[in-house]
């Protein structure tokens, strides 16, 4: 079973957060919670088992339906750290692609008015 990197973390904890958005959107249970997010259920479940992390875009589904801070969604599921960080690979051109000469000079895209 893989777990994501975040799990490892003592602190998380994302059924804290569920519970809470449950009292707060004063739901029965993680069907509702899931149609409130507009996700399907098994989503609910695996972060519920630690098998999903609770990803960017379902935090700002989360925020836009409750109406809390990122932070606090963060804080609620234990989640302290300061800064998401990617990877050096991740936006990079690859070796082997060649930039126009104009993307070489910056000018690509530059139009005057």
């Known amino acids: 079973m893989a ?3 975040l799990a490892s973390q003592e602190s998380y904890n994302p059924n804290h957060l569920l519970d809470i958005l449950l ?10 919670l899931s149609r409130m997010l507009e ?5 609910i479940s695996k972060i519920r088992h ?7 875009s ?4 989360m ?4 109406g809390m801070s990122i932070r606090d969604l963060r804080d609620l599921m234990g ?11 991740q936006g990079r051109p690859k070796a082997d692609d060649k930039a126009t000469p ?3 000079t910056g000018t690509a895209g530059n139009y005057a008015h």
């Open 50 to 56: 630690h098998r999903l992390p609770v990803g960017a």
């Open 39 to 43: 996700v399907a259920p098994p989503v």
């Open 23 to 32: 009292g707060k959107m004063q739901l029965k249970n993680d069907a509702a």
């Open 79 to 89: 989640d302290r750290r300061t800064k998401y960080r990617l990877s050096d690979a």
């Open 63 to 66: 925020h836009e339906v409750t």
């Open 102 to 104: 104009a993307e070489q």
């Open 58 to 61: 379902l935090l700002i589904r």
């Open 3 to 5: 777990h994501h990197a």
